[in-house]
């Protein structure tokens, strides 16, 4: 078996953005050698999602509007996790309905996608440097 | 380490559907003949959710009006990505609550689930084929 | 390529808890030896969450008044699930906000972790016992 790790780093200029990551897997997976397997992709910060859905600008809007009716940034009083002196209460709620993390299938060396499938860094905290993880075991 | 795949082909009759997909795993598991290792199993479009949770058709029913009322269909003009010609930007939304995949563990030559667990196929816009993918690794 | 099995058992006084299960976790990935791989955390139930996010007492206060919001307890026949006799419908509908699984990758023996990644049980349906699995697959 072999195995593979990779850190992305990130830092976005807005709180919130969603950054097509699709190609930084495909490097990764190419350095590999794995023919065979599945690749983990998660973000190490709990304020940030890895995610598969479409690479479609107007979606993203729709994902932002979408997720601050869900869990609004403000007002801060909202959530207690700000009593500690953050802000990103919001984000960590956020976080958990676009998920921390994609398995995804490697098939004769490449991701296995459906036709529309793009890997995606969503952040809900940013103007700060963050990470990713790439795994990728296999043979 | 031995690795298997196999896709399912789906088309449902309604717009929204759940589909208890437990037993074509359980053959996709029997095929590979892995005793012990993961399967992936993940939607290959991003209207559609792979999900683990309960056989009882009232949840089902629950969950649809539940997404309804977390992600509406209508008015279309709500979504950004409606824009583009699609009328399905609410199925991204509702997909992303869902989930795309799930891993479950194999032991002993079985799906390693709880009591109540079983597979479903979530689709938030039928009426066309659609696939998943079934990805095993293991020995 | 090794592969490793551990149920954990759960009991929580509450209906709604969140339990940092990170040290549990860390004793079966020394129990396996095994040193670069994937650990799959998952629920057993499916009214029961394994999720990955910050271990702060305000934050999760936060994530239960949040989920009571997305999903509410009562009334009870707001759900039709609860017709079958349980009252635990929104409890299903809790986790799948919060997600059923995490993998986690294993690299030089430890669980690869962002600095404030901790891996949580969450349960919508306690006082009684519930299971959660570890599988670690790996060499």
């Known amino acids: 078996m072999k195995s593979y790790r990779k850190e992305l780093w990130f830092d976005t200029p807005s709180r919130i953005a969603f950054l097509n990551i699709t190609p930084q897997i495909e490097t990764c997976l190419l350095e590999s050698g794995v023919r065979e397997g599945l690749v983990l992709v998660n973000a190490m910060h709990i304020t940030a999602s890895v995610f598969i ?29 700000n009593r500690t002196g953050e802000d990103n209460g919001d984000s960590h709620l956020k976080r958990q309905v676009m998920g921390r993390e994609v398995v995804v299938a490697i098939t004769e060396g490449r991701l296995d996608f459906g036709p529309w499938e793009q890997i995606f860094y969503g952040e809900f905290d940013g103007k700060r440097k963050k990470r990713v993880l790439v795994k990728i075991i296999g043979e």
């Not at 997720?67 to 007002?75: I, K, M, V």
């Open 53 to 81: 859905n479409d690479d479609e600008s107007g979606l993203h809007r729709d994902f932002e509007s979408w997720l601050e009716q869900l869990a609004p940034h403000a007002p801060l009083g909202r959530y207690q996790h």
